[in-house]
């Protein structure tokens, strides 16, 4: 099994950044698979103490990134004479993993499993069916749930038919209509 689970970054994690040398940080991927010098990539595995009761299996990955004007005031002392900020699966956070629900191993699997397949779908809907929307394209889940999941519409049944009403007035009707016409299109999985 593969999971992705994000968590704060503790002293601990701290200590072991600061043993990262120059040259363990790797340039960040964009959606599209070109590399970023805005944000970049290291493996902790081996410098962090908190994992000594991890399995062989297990990695743990830190990603930088420039601090945006919002983030800046709280930069911790670490980050402040670095001029990044560290952190964790920001936008699986957003679908969830912000809160693991119990204290049971397997609750907690079962949650960020659900929480991965939440995160697939939204960037799989992205890329099928909002490719050539400019403002949704590259959205983060909070975005997404803002402008399309959260739709102002009517579901009425009419003719043993379910007919969904999208008001005009809406600044993502038209997007949010493609959207659904695109992803009704593709074939059923067999």
């Given at each position: 099994?593969?999971?992705?689970?994000?968590?704060?970054?503790?002293?601990?994690?701290?200590?072991?950044?600061?043993?990262?040398?120059?040259?363990?940080?790797?340039?960040?991927?964009?959606?599209?698979?070109?590399?970023?010098?805005?944000?970049?990539?290291?493996?902790?595995?081996?410098?962090?103490?908190?994992?000594?009761?991890?399995?062989?299996?297990?990695?743990?990955?830190?990603?930088?990134?420039?601090?945006?004007?919002?983030?800046?005031?709280?930069?911790?002392?670490?980050?402040?004479?670095?001029?990044?900020?560290?952190?964790?699966?920001?936008?699986?956070?957003?679908?969830?993993?912000?809160?693991?629900?119990?204290?049971?191993?397997?609750?907690?699997?079962?949650?960020?499993?659900?929480?991965?397949?939440?995160?697939?779908?939204?960037?799989?809907?992205?890329?099928?069916?909002l490719h050539d929307q400019p403002d949704l394209a590259h959205a983060e889940p909070d975005t997404l749930r803002y402008r399309l999941?959260?739709?102002?519409?009517?579901?009425?049944?009419?003719?043993?038919r379910r007919v969904l009403s999208v008001p005009d007035t809406w600044p993502w009707a038209e997007a949010f209509t493609r959207c659904?016409?695109?992803?009704?299109?593709?074939?059923?999985?067999?």
């Amino acid at each position: 099994m593969k999971f992705t689970v994000g968590w704060t970054i503790t002293d601990t994690d701290e200590a072991a950044i600061e043993l990262l040398p120059a040259g363990a940080w790797s340039d960040s991927l964009n959606q599209d698979g070109t590399a970023t010098n805005s944000a970049h990539v290291a493996e902790l595995t081996g410098l962090n103490h908190r994992l000594h009761a991890w399995t062989g299996t297990l990695r743990l990955l830190v990603r930088r990134t420039k601090p945006s004007a919002r983030h800046a005031k709280n930069l911790t002392d670490l980050e402040k004479p670095t001029g990044w900020r560290y952190g964790q699966v920001r936008c699986g956070k957003a679908m969830g993993l912000r809160k693991l629900p119990s204290k049971a191993w397997t609750a907690n699997r079962d949650w960020v499993l659900a929480c991965n397949i939440a995160t697939d779908l939204a960037v799989w809907t992205r890329l099928v069916a909002l490719h050539d929307q400019p403002d949704l394209a590259h959205a983060e889940p909070d975005t997404l749930r803002y402008r399309l999941l959260h739709l102002p519409a009517n579901l009425a049944a009419h003719a043993r038919r379910r007919v969904l009403s999208v008001p005009d007035t809406w600044p993502w009707a038209e997007a949010f209509t493609r959207c659904r016409q695109r992803l009704s299109l593709l074939p059923l999985p067999t």
